[in-house]
């Protein structure tokens, strides 16, 4: 592919693992892509091995995630396409900020700074962690109904059973903390800056039915990104809950954020790109 990259990194998301990319992964390197889905930093074996002992997680933060995932995008021999999910979108937006990767992709990605809209949905479905201060230092665990109403409340009861078996794993809180009260703190770690130039080409996309990260917020994101000249887009996905990279329609999904990017890359984006 002249002028554009051959990679792409994929990260997953909050009571996520790489697992939960599978499908995107797969059809990625159908389209003869190298595809590599790095876990987040002090993650280590299978879904199964994390369950049985997630402590290692305990008290991870998004700023040590981001720096994790620019080590590892920096090792690269090219800047490769970045698509993160949920908290990984996130991670995402604050890669492109820091000159990284050749284009960007945030899929649910959760609220940089600046945005002040807290619909009640996501009061809700973050209320596991935020309820309780000491999880600030802790792991939390979602269940199986705290699961389907955060992540999977479109798909019928045994899909999304299917769905927990296969990728819930308990997640650090103070993630969640960070964003919750990341506009009351001016060294935020969910901070980027909306008015970057520079940066190369980022799509966000959203569900429109999800309730962890409702569609209200990455359109307020998409209007603080205007602040730039550099390229961004928005696209709303109707019937798609959080885990809209596992449900069933992925594939329209990955197929729009593929073209998308395929268009909006090329000689300008790597010249800018770290």
Excluded at 236 to 251: C, K, M, Y
Aim: glycine fraction near 8%.
């Amino acid at each position: 592919m002249d002028g554009k990259t051959n990679t792409i990194v994929l990260i997953h998301g909050l009571w996520m693992t790489p697992r939960s990319w599978d499908p995107f992964r797969g059809y990625y390197e159908g389209r003869g892509y190298r595809v590599l889905t790095p876990a987040w930093p002090q993650m280590k074996g299978e879904v199964e091995e994390v369950r049985r002992d997630p402590s290692a997680l305990a008290g991870l933060g998004l700023l040590e995630i981001a720096d994790h995932y620019e080590k590892f995008i920096r090792s690269l021999d090219e800047p490769p396409i970045v698509m993160g999910h949920s908290m990984g979108g996130l991670v995402v937006q604050i890669l492109l900020d820091r000159g990284l990767g050749a284009a960007g992709v945030s899929i649910d990605g959760a609220a940089p700074k600046g945005i002040y809209r807290l619909p009640l949905s996501v009061i809700k479905a973050a209320s596991p962690v935020l309820s309780n201060p000491f999880n600030y230092r802790r792991n939390v665990a979602l269940t199986f109904d705290q699961f389907r109403y955060a992540f999977a409340h479109v798909m019928t009861e045994k899909d999304a059973r299917a769905a927990y078996d296969n990728n819930a794993i308990p997640g650090p809180g103070r993630t969640i903390f960070q964003v919750a009260f990341g506009n009351l703190n001016p060294r935020a770690a969910n901070k980027v800056n909306h008015g970057n130039s520079e940066r190369v080409p980022l799509l966000l996309i959203n569900g429109a039915e999800d309730h962890l990260i409702p569609p209200i917020l990455n359109r307020i994101n998409y209007k603080l990104y205007k602040r730039s000249t550099a390229v961004t887009d928005y696209k709303e996905f109707p019937n798609r809950s959080h885990l809209i990279v596992a449900q069933d329609g992925w594939q329209e999904v990955a197929e729009y954020a593929l073209s998308w990017v395929e268009a909006n890359i090329g000689g300008d984006a790597l010249r800018k790109a770290a």
